[in-house]
């Protein structure tokens, strides 16, 4: 079974432009949740998608936004870069059971860098 | 907001020690997830933990559900090399369908 992939691993861009990261999940997982990651900050929530809706969202400003397909894919948007906005974002995706337990699975990341 | 407050944030130890850590919380948690993360790559699931008090291994990594469903441990016995990086907790609130992280712990082994 093909694990949680992330596209492009590795991203350069410059200030002001927008970037489009993407997200395939485990083959039958309907959850897809992002994490923007700094040195020293630990996973920060982004949002979760769940069968296409919006389910979670953590406090990020709207230049951040996201969406899911009807196959579970999910992109996340960032429009007008900052320079703080280098991160590893990070996509994860469950199969969700509800209130039962739920194991998140990690892709390898995409590191942006804006210049 | 629910927070969970990972302890300790950085560990510098000899290579063969055991090593511990924990999460604890003011909230109630029905899953507690314990992954670990390579510099670069994304973290990896270590252990999967469903009911209050289960205690699970997997190797040398031991990881409990506390009785109180507001905490967790991790513990790696006899560490080596490859157990560098950083540790992650996480807790899942059935309610707000919500999974949350610790901080996270930097290991340093030192050979």
């Known amino acids: 079974k093909a694990g949680v992939t992330q596209t492009p691993r590795y991203l350069i861009k410059t200030r002001g432009q927008q970037v489009t990261l993407s997200c395939s999940p485990i083959s039958g997982h309907r959850s897809v949740s992002w994490y923007q990651q700094t040195p020293g900050q630990g996973l920060q929530f982004l949002f979760e998608?769940?069968?296409?809706?919006?389910?979670n969202k953590g406090n990020f400003p709207g230049r951040f936004s996201g969406r899911q397909f009807s196959n579970s894919r999910s992109e996340m948007n960032v429009s007008t870069l900052e320079l703080g906005d280098s991160a590893l974002y990070l996509c994860?995706?469950?199969?969700?059971?509800?209130?039962?337990?739920?194991?998140?699975?990690f892709g390898q990341g995409t590191r942006l860098t804006v210049v | 907001g629910q927070q969970l407050n990972q302890s300790p944030q950085s560990m510098f130890i000899q290579e063969g020690e055991d090593v511990s850590m924990n999460c604890t919380s003011s909230?109630?948690?029905?899953?507690w997830l314990w992954y670990k993360q390579d510099p670069g790559e994304g973290p990896v699931l270590l252990i999967a933990?469903?009911?209050?008090?289960e205690l699970t291994s997997n190797g040398r990594l031991t990881a409990q559900f506390g009785i109180t469903r507001k905490d967790s441990f991790l513990n790696i016995s006899a560490s080596i090399p490859s157990d560098v990086g950083i540790y992650f907790c996480?807790?899942?609130?059935?309610?707000?369908?919500?999974?949350?992280f610790g901080q996270g712990t930097r290991l340093t082994i030192n050979p």
């Open positions: 998608y769940f069968s296409e809706t919006q389910r």
């Open positions: 909230s109630i948690f029905n899953t």
């Open positions: 933990l469903y009911k209050a008090g």
């Open positions: 996480a807790g899942y609130l059935g309610r707000a369908q919500k999974l949350v």
């Open positions: 994860a995706s469950s199969a969700d059971r509800g209130r039962i337990h739920i194991e998140a699975f």
